[in-house]
């Protein structure tokens, strides 16, 4: 069984930083791609950024220069260092890591339990 724990949110002031990691269990060394997620209260969750297996980034525009992805695969870890940050980023952050199905050319994403960032002004 895959499991995700997330770490290191909490509260900072605006223009602050936080990194969040997250490291999965269970998986061996086979994941593909891994990512964070955000979900701000009374919206729909939104990705802010991944990590391929060839640490290809993205990035969504609200937190692009600010926040920086990047992984461990040794300890299967992804990480997400936030700089900046606003009030807006205010949300409930959530990682991934799509590992290979059964069936060919199919992934299983799964999820952490989400961790708390606020942002205060």
């Known amino acids: 069984q895959v499991q995700l724990v997330e770490s290191g949110g909490g509260l900072v002031q605006a223009g602050g930083s936080l990194r969040l990691s997250c490291t999965a269990s269970?998986?061996?060394?086979?994941?593909?791609?891994m990512g964070w997620y955000r979900q701000i209260s009374g919206r729909q969750r939104e990705l802010v950024a991944t990590?391929?297996?060839?640490?290809?980034?993205t990035y969504a525009d609200s937190v692009k220069g600010r926040f920086t992805i990047s992984r461990d695969n040794a300890k299967n870890t992804v990480y997400l260092h936030m700089n900046s940050l606003k009030p807006e980023d205010t949300a409930v952050y959530y990682c991934t890591a799509d590992l290979p199905h059964s069936v060919p050319g199919v992934r299983t994403r799964y999820w952490g339990q989400g961790t708390q960032v606020t942002v205060s002004s």
């Open positions: 269970g998986s061996g060394h086979s994941i593909q791609a």
């Open positions: 990590v391929g297996s060839g640490d290809d980034t």
